[in-house]
């Protein structure tokens, strides 16, 4: 009677065989993830197994993922705090004393008149609110008269045409062009400019030629 050769095991399920690369795996911590490999130049997608180049698989020359760039925070524009504080405060006191040459005491109703000193202390509160904001490190920019240039800190409401210019101009300024000094960033002002009337020149019809006194040719002297 021949004998059976034995087996490892009873009936049943069979049991668990150590795995190599998962006792490796648990002793790393983790299996890494490697990406797919990038195809060479010249050679086609399919020239390859598809488990080794699948569909999709960068090509050498294509140029790899932007990354994403890391936001800057923006720059700080506020000047230290007992600066602002002080600076609140004068622009309180020069806005109080405004109001009270402009108006009638106690009352929101303007004044009938003013006097030449209330003009000048007008004066002297309007220079005290920018060199308050000056220090705020804000200078107000205002460029009525000056001529219009495309790179100009504005924003052009209305353009009107005008006969007699050469060049473009400033001609109001409706709200001034703020500049903050710490970073050299610009809050556009709204402006209106007077601009050359082309059409007005393209309309006039050209000078006749001043008369010589010489007879027209072919006709009888």
């Known amino acids: 009677m021949k004998n059976k050769p034995e087996t490892g095991h009873q009936g049943g399920a069979k049991p668990g065989v150590p795995d190599l690369r998962r006792q490796q795996a648990a002793a ?18 399919g020239a390859f197994p598809a488990d080794v180049f699948p569909a999709g698989a960068p090509l050498a020359s294509d140029p790899p993922p932007a990354q994403q760039q890391q936001q800057q925070p923006p720059p700080d524009v506020r000047p230290g705090e ?16 405004l109001k009270g040459i402009v ?10 008149a003013l006097e030449a000193k209330q003009l000048a202390d007008i004066g002297f509160y309007a220079e005290r609110l920018n060199t308050i904001l000056g220090t705020l490190g804000v200078a107000i920019q205002d460029f009525t008269g000056q001529p219009f240039h495309a790179g100009m800190p504005v924003k052009v409401i209305s353009a009107k045409p005008t006969p007699g210019l050469a ?11 703020l500049k903050f000094e710490r970073t050299g960033e610009f809050y556009p002002g709204n402006v209106i400019t007077l601009k050359p009337d082309d059409t007005a020149a393209a309309e006039t019809p050209p000078a006749e030629p001043p ?10 002297a």
Request: proline fraction near 18%.
């Open 28 to 45: 790393l911590g983790g299996i890494p993830s490697y990406p797919y490999p990038v195809l060479p130049d010249g050679f086609p997608a």
């Open 82 to 97: 007992d600066t602002f504080i002080k600076a609140m405060r004068d622009l309180a006191i020069a806005a109080w004393k």
């Open 103 to 112: 108006f009638k005491p106690g009352t929101d109703e303007p004044a009938a």
């Open 167 to 177: 060049e473009e101009i400033v001609f109001q300024t409706l709200t001034p062009t």
């Open 211 to 220: 008369a010589t006194g010489q007879p027209p040719p072919g006709d009888p």
